[in-house]
């Protein structure tokens, strides 16, 4: 499915870097190569060491992808509010999610069974919307974003992370 790259005013300033790192391709093709390569890298660590963090205050490897998850989920949320042409407000997304729970007393294999979960969901929600649904936009906070800003969104918040993880993992 290629759904256009989003242009300045379809989405909130602070989303472009992670925009900027998604390139204009099939996006459900992305999402899926991307499963598979969050996975690959997910795979090789033992549970000992999906408690590594590279620095005090930083999160354990457990911790960065139920910030994957729950950041995902928030946008599948938007996303279906955008694409519904709800114009409710929403609320900016607070990094406290990570600390209002305790990520590393889960197996891993369970948060990466979680993540397959959630990323089938995004898939099939991204593939049931019309070229019209991925142009509408919601409200957050104060800046507009359209669904085809929140599914990029997504990807490039995922290849963020990714690249933490690759580097300093």
């Not at 033992?46 to 950041?71: A, N, P, Q």
């Not at 599948?76 to 509010?81: F, T």
Request: aromatic share 10%; glycine share 2%; charged share 25%.
């Amino acid at each position: 499915m290629h759904i256009p790259k989003p242009q300045e005013g379809d989405f909130p300033p602070h989303f472009a870097p992670y925009l900027d790192a998604v390139p204009e391709e099939d996006l459900i093709l992305l999402l899926q190569k991307q499963e598979q390569d969050l996975l690959s890298v997910y795979y090789t660590f033992s549970e000992e060491r999906s408690l590594y963090r590279y620095s005090e205050g930083k999160w354990s490897l457990k911790e960065v992808l139920g910030h994957i998850l729950d950041t995902e989920r928030i946008m599948n949320y938007r996303l279906l509010v955008a694409a519904r042409n709800d114009q409710t407000p929403l609320p900016r997304h607070q990094e406290l999610y990570v600390t209002a729970t305790n990520f590393d007393r889960r197996p891993l294999s369970e948060l990466v069974a979680e993540f397959r979960a959630v990323r089938a969901a995004t898939i099939a929600l991204v593939q049931g919307l019309t070229e019209e649904e991925l142009l509408r936009a919601c409200v957050l906070n104060t800046a507009r974003a359209t669904a085809a800003a929140l599914v990029y969104f997504i990807v490039g918040h995922a290849v963020h992370h990714l690249n933490v993880v690759r580097e300093r993992y």
